[in-house]
């Protein structure tokens, strides 16, 4: 598995593939181009598989010293298989390499496995942020990770 920057319009193809199959308000096409077109607060990480095919992504905003993690999404087939482990590791020291101490998500609450993740790399509730999820209406919790570095 290779990780790097969302660079060509077919990968942004993929992108959308897994975000769709991935979330129940999935991002369209057009805020994902209006997000790159925002060059150096606005990040898209691919994870591609042996075969050069993309297999998840992260995508996320840094804002002064703070990163705030706005997708992260695995193919269902690639799941449970350390790709999003990777993908938000990666994030996280690219992060530190660019200038931020500090990381910000939401999660649905009922999304445990995703829940997990995150707090296996560090980050820990804050807050809640009610019936901020849509399709069902669902509160989201607020999770940090501080410091990047350590």
Do not use: K
Not at 38 to 44: A, E, Q
Not at 81 to 107: P, Q
């Amino acid at each position: 598995m290779t990780i790097e920057p969302l660079a060509l319009p077919s990968d942004l193809d993929a992108v959308l593939a897994i975000e769709t199959e991935s979330f129940t308000s999935p991002w369209t096409r057009e805020m994902y181009v209006a997000e790159l077109q925002n060059v150096g607060v606005s990040f898209c990480y691919l994870a591609r598989d042996e075969s050069g095919g993309v297999i998840g992504f992260c995508s996320f905003w840094r804002v002064l010293d703070e990163l705030h993690i706005n997708n992260l999404a695995v193919a269902h087939p690639y799941r449970r298989r350390g790709v999003g482990t990777a993908l938000l590791t990666f994030v996280l020291n690219e992060g530190v390499r660019i200038g931020a101490h500090r990381a910000t998500l939401e999660v649905r609450r009922s999304n445990e496995v995703a829940r997990h993740l995150y707090e296996h790399l560090g980050f820990s509730p804050a807050g809640v942020r009610r019936a901020y999820y849509t399709n069902p209406v669902e509160d989201a919790l607020v999770l940090w990770r501080e410091p990047l570095g350590n």
